[in-house]
Protein backbone atom coordinates (compact mmCIF):
# COMPACT_ATOMS: atom_id res chain seq x y z
CA UNK A 1 0.00 0.00 0.00
CA UNK A 2 1.59 3.42 -0.76
CA UNK A 3 1.53 5.56 2.12
CA UNK A 4 3.00 8.89 1.79
CA UNK A 5 4.38 10.11 5.35
CA UNK A 6 1.80 12.63 6.15
CA UNK A 7 -0.92 9.87 5.44
CA UNK A 8 0.87 6.95 7.85
CA UNK A 9 -0.48 5.96 11.05
CA UNK A 10 2.39 4.01 13.17
CA UNK A 11 0.95 4.03 16.37
CA UNK A 12 -0.47 0.04 17.14
CA UNK A 13 -3.27 1.24 19.70
CA UNK A 14 -4.61 2.86 16.98
CA UNK A 15 -4.29 0.51 14.36
CA UNK A 16 -6.45 -2.13 16.27
CA UNK A 17 -9.03 0.41 18.11
CA UNK A 18 -9.74 -0.06 14.18
CA UNK A 19 -9.63 -3.55 13.70
CA UNK A 20 -11.78 -3.87 16.87
CA UNK A 21 -14.05 -1.25 15.10
CA UNK A 22 -14.51 -3.03 12.12
CA UNK A 23 -14.21 -6.49 12.38
CA UNK A 24 -15.20 -8.06 9.27
CA UNK A 25 -11.49 -7.74 6.93
CA UNK A 26 -10.88 -9.27 3.61
CA UNK A 27 -8.46 -12.11 3.87
CA UNK A 28 -6.05 -11.94 0.93
CA UNK A 29 -4.11 -15.31 0.17
CA UNK A 30 -1.69 -16.72 -2.60
CA UNK A 31 -2.06 -20.13 -3.34
CA UNK A 32 -1.19 -22.33 -6.63
CA UNK A 33 -4.15 -20.74 -8.64
CA UNK A 34 -3.31 -17.21 -7.49
CA UNK A 35 -4.51 -14.59 -5.61
CA UNK A 36 -7.74 -15.16 -3.60
CA UNK A 37 -9.84 -12.99 -1.40
CA UNK A 38 -11.88 -14.31 1.45
CA UNK A 39 -14.51 -11.98 3.13
CA UNK A 40 -14.52 -12.70 7.26
CA UNK A 41 -14.84 -11.49 11.01
CA UNK A 42 -11.56 -11.85 12.90
CA UNK A 43 -11.13 -11.45 16.60
CA UNK A 44 -8.11 -9.52 18.02
CA UNK A 45 -6.31 -10.83 20.38
CA UNK A 46 -3.51 -7.49 21.30
CA UNK A 47 -1.66 -9.32 23.94
CA UNK A 48 -0.30 -12.34 22.02
CA UNK A 49 2.87 -11.25 19.91
CA UNK A 50 4.60 -8.13 19.57
CA UNK A 51 1.49 -6.64 16.77
CA UNK A 52 -1.09 -8.84 18.25
CA UNK A 53 -2.52 -11.96 16.77
CA UNK A 54 -6.10 -12.21 14.41
CA UNK A 55 -8.20 -15.21 14.59
CA UNK A 56 -10.97 -16.01 12.06
CA UNK A 57 -13.07 -19.58 10.67
CA UNK A 58 -14.04 -20.25 7.25
CA UNK A 59 -16.29 -23.30 5.84
CA UNK A 60 -14.45 -26.58 5.72
CA UNK A 61 -15.17 -26.37 1.71
CA UNK A 62 -13.42 -23.25 1.41
CA UNK A 63 -10.23 -24.49 0.28
CA UNK A 64 -8.30 -21.10 1.51
CA UNK A 65 -7.24 -23.26 4.82
CA UNK A 66 -5.94 -26.06 2.21
CA UNK A 67 -4.53 -23.81 -0.33
CA UNK A 68 -2.31 -21.09 1.52
CA UNK A 69 1.32 -20.80 1.33
CA UNK A 70 3.34 -21.38 4.02
CA UNK A 71 6.36 -19.29 2.31
CA UNK A 72 3.91 -16.61 1.79
CA UNK A 73 2.22 -14.09 4.41
CA UNK A 74 -1.24 -13.32 4.17
CA UNK A 75 -3.11 -10.20 4.42
CA UNK A 76 -5.87 -8.74 6.54
CA UNK A 77 -7.61 -5.44 5.04
CA UNK A 78 -9.94 -3.25 7.78
CA UNK A 79 -11.43 -0.47 6.62
CA UNK A 80 -12.98 2.41 8.24
CA UNK A 81 -15.17 5.15 7.49
CA UNK A 82 -14.53 6.62 3.85
CA UNK A 83 -15.78 9.60 2.06
CA UNK A 84 -16.00 11.38 -1.32
CA UNK A 85 -14.67 14.69 -0.80
CA UNK A 86 -15.50 17.36 -3.65
CA UNK A 87 -13.72 20.37 -4.09
CA UNK A 88 -16.79 22.84 -3.79
CA UNK A 89 -16.16 22.09 0.35
CA UNK A 90 -12.59 24.14 0.07
CA UNK A 91 -12.17 28.00 0.52
CA UNK A 92 -9.29 27.29 -2.18
CA UNK A 93 -11.79 26.60 -5.29
CA UNK A 94 -13.17 30.20 -4.68
CA UNK A 95 -9.82 31.63 -4.73
CA UNK A 96 -8.05 29.89 -7.10
CA UNK A 97 -10.30 27.24 -8.61
CA UNK A 98 -7.05 25.19 -8.42
CA UNK A 99 -8.58 22.24 -6.60
CA UNK A 100 -9.75 18.47 -8.03
CA UNK A 101 -11.93 16.13 -5.94
CA UNK A 102 -9.98 13.21 -3.59
CA UNK A 103 -11.29 10.72 -1.14
CA UNK A 104 -10.87 10.44 2.49
CA UNK A 105 -10.42 7.28 3.94
CA UNK A 106 -8.87 4.97 6.62
CA UNK A 107 -7.60 1.32 6.26
CA UNK A 108 -5.87 -1.18 8.28
CA UNK A 109 -3.31 -3.89 6.59
CA UNK A 110 -2.02 -6.55 8.77
CA UNK A 111 0.72 -9.30 7.42
CA UNK A 112 1.44 -12.68 8.66
CA UNK A 113 2.06 -16.72 8.10
CA UNK A 114 -1.37 -18.27 8.25
CA UNK A 115 -1.51 -20.90 10.94
CA UNK A 116 -4.33 -23.46 10.73
CA UNK A 117 -6.42 -24.85 13.35
CA UNK A 118 -8.74 -27.99 13.50
CA UNK A 119 -9.64 -28.03 16.67
CA UNK A 120 -13.01 -28.50 17.75
CA UNK A 121 -12.54 -27.02 21.62
CA UNK A 122 -10.17 -23.93 20.00
CA UNK A 123 -13.49 -23.38 17.40
CA UNK A 124 -16.11 -23.75 19.78
CA UNK A 125 -14.98 -21.04 22.16
CA UNK A 126 -13.81 -18.77 19.22
CA UNK A 127 -17.08 -18.75 17.50
CA UNK A 128 -18.15 -17.95 21.23
CA UNK A 129 -16.12 -15.00 21.63
CA UNK A 130 -17.53 -13.85 18.16
CA UNK A 131 -21.16 -14.35 18.80
CA UNK A 132 -20.68 -12.96 22.63
CA UNK A 133 -19.50 -9.71 21.20
CA UNK A 134 -22.24 -9.06 18.61
CA UNK A 135 -25.52 -10.46 21.20
CA UNK A 136 -28.39 -10.74 21.54
CA UNK A 137 -27.51 -14.47 20.13
CA UNK A 138 -25.27 -16.72 22.17
CA UNK A 139 -24.20 -20.29 21.03
CA UNK A 140 -25.30 -21.23 24.10
CA UNK A 141 -28.84 -20.66 22.72
CA UNK A 142 -28.29 -23.64 20.39
CA UNK A 143 -28.37 -27.52 21.48
CA UNK A 144 -24.99 -28.86 21.82
CA UNK A 145 -25.27 -31.77 19.50
CA UNK A 146 -26.52 -28.55 16.85
CA UNK A 147 -23.66 -26.55 17.72
CA UNK A 148 -21.25 -29.53 18.14
CA UNK A 149 -21.94 -30.82 14.04
CA UNK A 150 -21.51 -26.73 13.29
CA UNK A 151 -18.18 -26.56 14.39
CA UNK A 152 -16.95 -29.72 12.64
CA UNK A 153 -18.11 -27.87 9.26
CA UNK A 154 -15.14 -24.81 9.92
CA UNK A 155 -12.15 -25.15 10.44
CA UNK A 156 -10.07 -22.12 12.67
CA UNK A 157 -7.71 -19.55 11.27
CA UNK A 158 -4.64 -17.98 13.21
CA UNK A 159 -2.35 -15.34 11.79
CA UNK A 160 0.33 -13.67 14.36
CA UNK A 161 0.66 -10.59 12.81
CA UNK A 162 4.53 -9.40 12.27
CA UNK A 163 3.27 -6.23 9.65
CA UNK A 164 0.86 -3.62 10.06
CA UNK A 165 0.21 -0.86 7.97
CA UNK A 166 -2.25 1.88 8.57
CA UNK A 167 -3.37 5.13 6.19
CA UNK A 168 -4.95 7.59 7.78
CA UNK A 169 -5.88 9.96 4.58
CA UNK A 170 -8.17 12.43 6.11
CA UNK A 171 -7.32 15.89 4.41
CA UNK A 172 -4.13 16.43 6.53
CA UNK A 173 -2.36 17.74 3.04
CA UNK A 174 -4.72 20.89 3.13
CA UNK A 175 -4.64 23.94 4.58
CA UNK A 176 -6.34 24.60 7.79
CA UNK A 177 -9.15 26.32 5.80
CA UNK A 178 -9.82 23.15 3.37
CA UNK A 179 -9.99 21.38 6.22
CA UNK A 180 -12.47 23.11 8.34
CA UNK A 181 -14.39 23.88 5.11
CA UNK A 182 -14.29 19.58 4.71
CA UNK A 183 -15.41 19.36 8.27
CA UNK A 184 -17.96 21.28 7.57
CA UNK A 185 -19.76 20.03 4.36
CA UNK A 186 -18.96 16.15 6.05
CA UNK A 187 -21.30 17.19 9.08
CA UNK A 188 -24.00 18.85 6.61
CA UNK A 189 -24.62 15.64 5.38
CA UNK A 190 -27.14 13.05 6.64
CA UNK A 191 -24.98 9.53 5.82
CA UNK A 192 -23.59 8.70 9.21
CA UNK A 193 -20.30 7.97 7.35
CA UNK A 194 -19.70 11.79 6.81
CA UNK A 195 -20.05 12.63 10.55
CA UNK A 196 -17.74 9.68 11.17
CA UNK A 197 -14.62 11.12 8.85
CA UNK A 198 -15.31 14.60 10.23
CA UNK A 199 -14.66 13.22 14.15
CA UNK A 200 -11.49 11.25 12.05
CA UNK A 201 -10.39 14.63 10.85
CA UNK A 202 -10.70 16.39 13.77
CA UNK A 203 -8.88 14.08 16.05
CA UNK A 204 -6.42 14.78 13.47
CA UNK A 205 -5.94 18.28 14.12
Known amino acids: MYIPRHFEETRVDVLHELIRAEPFGALVTLGAGGLEANHVPFELDAAAGPLGTLRAHVSRANGVWQAGRADVEALAIFQGPQRYVTPSWYPTKAETGKVV ?27 GRLTDRQRPWQVSDAPEDYVAAQVRGIVGIEIEVTRLAGKWKVSQNRGEADRAGVATGLRADADPTSAAMADLMERRD
Open 101 to 127: PTWNYVVVHAYGPIRVIDDPAWLRAHV
